[in-house]
């Protein structure tokens, strides 16, 4: 973070997060800025793909004439992430022109006919939805215990396939992105990038001064030590709501903290990933990005 932050604890002074101008800027750890009953200036109408809620954003333009890898291809048509296409490609599942291809770095044209479990894979048009999940939701496409998915909330706003972009755990709530963009996906997720979240997490007690620092020094969580970029309270009359910065991607990562420090997340809601707010986006609903909110996440514009 910015050394223009203050980051004294002895004269009891709070720790302020530096923030830039920008749109996509967070805003103050005020409940006002993320509570869900806070009604939109316009309203979303019900999202389907027979709807004009569902944008069509510019074509990126596909040579017939250069070929892509394989691995892109796939994550192009919205089937996966380019790591997950890796495995598949791997394990023989996908062919190209009636052949099973396993080598890695493959390269095919746009007019090649490529299978993915015998299933043409096609290029299709991109998607981006902004859902704030909500509780007993769990993140995947599908889920083989019959359990609520966050894919089940959006059945209805496209044709596309699409899938999550990262992981909230069940009970965890708050800003994801759905999209078939596989390169995005892979920009988002990926270790090196460590995009920047934001999460009010809710405490069983009050949150110690000196735990608070323990979390900006460092969390020994066993297999690694694990640090936040800020931490604060989210409201000045309670301890036990907190706003946490912070950009690793790691499972669970935020309970893990507090359970290593001794207290009890009764609530965590993710109020930013990457640039992106739920602002006007009540719990279970979605909308879809504005082509200048991709452009910006392509670009690499978001706050880091």
């Known amino acids: 973070m910015s050394s223009s932050r203050e980051n004294s604890y002895g004269n009891g002074e709070r720790r302020k997060f530096n923030r830039p ?12 800025s993320s509570n869900d009953d806070f009604r939109p200036r316009r309203k979303f109408r019900e999202n389907s793909y027979e709807t004009p809620s569902s944008p069509r954003y510019r074509k990126d ?25 890796d495995e598949f490609i791997r394990s023989g599942v996908i062919s190209v022109n009636g052949e099973i291809v396993t080598e890695l770095g493959t390269k095919v044209f746009s007019t090649d006919k490529v299978l993915f479990h015998d299933q043409l894979v096609s290029l299709e048009r991109k ?18 215990h019959g359990r609520r998915t966050v894919m089940d909330i959006v059945r209805n706003a496209c044709r596309e396939r699409v899938y999550p972009v990262g ?7 708050g ?43 460092g969390v020994d969580l066993g297999d690694f030590k694990i640090k936040a970029d800020d931490v604060r309270f989210v409201k000045d009359d309670s301890k036990t709501l907190i706003g946490l910065e912070i950009h690793s991607g790691q499972n669970r990562v935020v309970r893990r903290i507090f359970d290593a420090l001794g207290y009890k997340v009764l609530k965590l809601d ?11 986006v009540q719990r279970g609903k979605y909308r ?13 514009a978001y706050e880091k």
């Open 61 to 85: 333009y596909t040579d017939p004439t250069k070929p892509i890898r394989l691995n892109k291809y796939i994550a192009n048509a919205g089937v996966c992430s380019r790591r997950e296409a």
């Open 127 to 144: 998607i981006y939805i902004l859902l704030n999940k909500p509780k007993d939701t769990v993140t995947t496409v599908e889920d083989t």
């Open 270 to 280: 993710r109020v930013f990933f990457a640039g992106l707010t739920k602002k006007n």
């Open 21 to 32: 101008n920008s749109e996509f800027r967070s805003k103050r750890f005020d409940r006002n």
């Open 167 to 173: 992981r909230l755990d069940r009970n965890t709530t």
């Open 175 to 217: 800003v994801l992105l759905i999209t078939n963009d596989g390169e995005l996906t892979t920009k988002l997720t990926h270790p090196k990038n460590n995009m920047k979240k934001i999460y009010y997490v809710g405490i069983d007690r009050d949150l110690e001064k000196e735990d608070m620092a323990q979390i900006l020094e």
């Open 288 to 300: 879809f990005l504005t082509e200048k909110e991709v452009n910006m996440l392509k670009m690499g």
